[in-house]
């Protein structure tokens, strides 16, 4: 009998896996999301461990440790807690250390944010700083422990180690941190976010019959055109430019209204907005949602002119449910760089410019067939990135890591 070599033992093995997330909760955010579905998916292979300090999510057969929550300001007094902490935690007994926080620790490291050095140190037109404003940055990062903290923590993680990988949620951000961190580039690899592709309706009446279902249910107008927007930072997912686009739309043959998906804490600042704007009766404000199913199934139209997303979840969920969607273009939104403008969504030049976005919106509410057209599109796009296969390419790179 011949002996199994290294590869095929690594290839058959059950492995034990850490994973760092603070806050294990789908209302965290899209990151949050990410890595509980790569969990779900794994565990149902592999020994799973995740390493929180919130936890909002239980998965079956998931063992579930809560690190203790020390500091809750600074925030990054906190980071540098945690990080120590799942560092202690995990320096032996685990296969594979996987982190989607900025920590040291860790073979695999999945970045979804820009990276802080890039963010201090490039400008708008994303040249590196050069002359006094460089001198000035660097003097303004060595008066401050939150970003000499961040900037250490983060130098640390991108650095050159045997074995260690580098994921990022999208080509975009893979740019970005090569620029960032030329020595990291060889690590990166792109694994984009995944979605559950859920059933939808058999026919037309159907669909309507489940849209006025959610509506209800979630305390919206059953009738009219309903326009979605998802996110807890709301300036930074475009709230500012989608509420006076929805003030200056004209559409008399039904009545649009807004829903907004999102933190709790912000919602009076932007009624109060609303109010200013005169569409306070037109602008719904769900909090957040463990689930989002509802509100995609509830409106017509994903509205995502985000100012930052290295990715963008919540535009591939929507897609998924065959929502025509207005995004941002790659620039501000990762997953724009995979879609082809016109026929998967409609991609804004500049997610600022209100007379664009209103214009977006209008074309695609006053043409049924465009929305449909659209929506068929974006759900066979949503179709070829199934959290299965990310899953497999996640479960790849611990292999690969490990050998």
């Known amino acids: 009998m ?8 690594l290839a058959d093995a059950r492995l034990r896996i850490a994973v760092f997330n603070r806050i294990f909760e789908p209302t965290g955010g899209g990151a949050e999301r990410y890595s509980i579905a790569l969990v779900e998916h794994l565990a149902q292979q592999h020994e799973i461990h995740v390493f929180a300090q ?34 202690w935690l995990t320096r032996r007994n685990f296969d594979v250390v996987h982190s989607h926080e900025n920590t040291w620790h860790g073979q695999l490291q999945t970045l979804h944010v820009l990276p802080v050095k890039y ?20 003097l303004k990062v060595l008066t401050s422990p939150r970003l000499l903290t961040y900037l250490a923590l983060e130098s640390t993680r991108l650095r050159l180690r045997p074995g260690r990988k580098i994921v990022v949620a999208s080509p975009s951000l893979g740019a970005i941190v090569a620029k960032a961190y030329p020595r990291s580039a060889h690590m ?7 979605v559950v592709v859920p059933t939808l309706p058999s026919n037309e009446e159907a669909r309507q019959v489940q849209q006025r279902t959610a509506r209800s249910q979630l305390g919206l107008p059953v009738d009219g055109l309903g326009i979605l927007l998802v996110g807890n930072d709301y300036r930074k997912k475009g709230l500012a430019t989608l509420l ?9 043959s039904q009545p649009v209204w807004l829903a907004v998906v999102g933190s709790q804490v912000q919602i009076p600042l932007w009624q109060a907005e609303a109010a200013v704007l005169g569409i306070g009766g037109r602008v719904h404000f769900l909090g957040p949602l463990h689930k989002v199913d509802l509100a995609y199934q509830a409106v017509d139209v994903l509205a995502h002119p985000t100012l930052e997303d290295t990715f963008a979840m919540v535009v591939l969920e929507a897609m998924s449910f065959g929502l025509p969607v207005v995004v941002s273009g790659e620039r501000w939104c990762g997953i724009s760089s995979l ?11 500049d997610p600022e410019d209100v007379v664009e976005l209103k214009a977006a919106l209008m074309r695609l509410l006053g043409d049924p067939e465009l929305r449909h057209q659209l929506g068929t599109a974006a759900r066979a796009f949503a179709q070829l990135h199934g959290w299965t296969n990310k899953a497999l390419e996640q479960e790849s790179l611990y292999r690969s890591a490990l050998g």
Do not use: E
Not at 56 to 82: A, D
Not at 339 to 349: E, F, I, M, R
């Open 339 to 349: 879609l082809t403008a016109g026929d998967q969504a409609l991609v804004l030049s």
């Open 244 to 252: 006076k686009a929805l003030a200056q739309m004209d559409l008399v």
């Open 188 to 194: 990166l690899t792109v694994i984009t976010p995944g």
């Open 2 to 9: 011949s002996i199994p070599t290294k590869a095929q033992r």
């Open 119 to 138: 963010n201090l140190f490039h400008g708008h037109g994303n040249s590196p700083l050069s002359g006094l404003r460089y001198g000035l940055r660097c």
């Open 54 to 87: 919130a936890v909002g999510h239980v998965i079956p057969g998931v063992t579930f440790h809560l690190v203790p929550t020390l500091f809750k300001k600074p925030r990054w007094l906190n980071q540098l807690w945690y990080a120590t902490a799942t560092w």
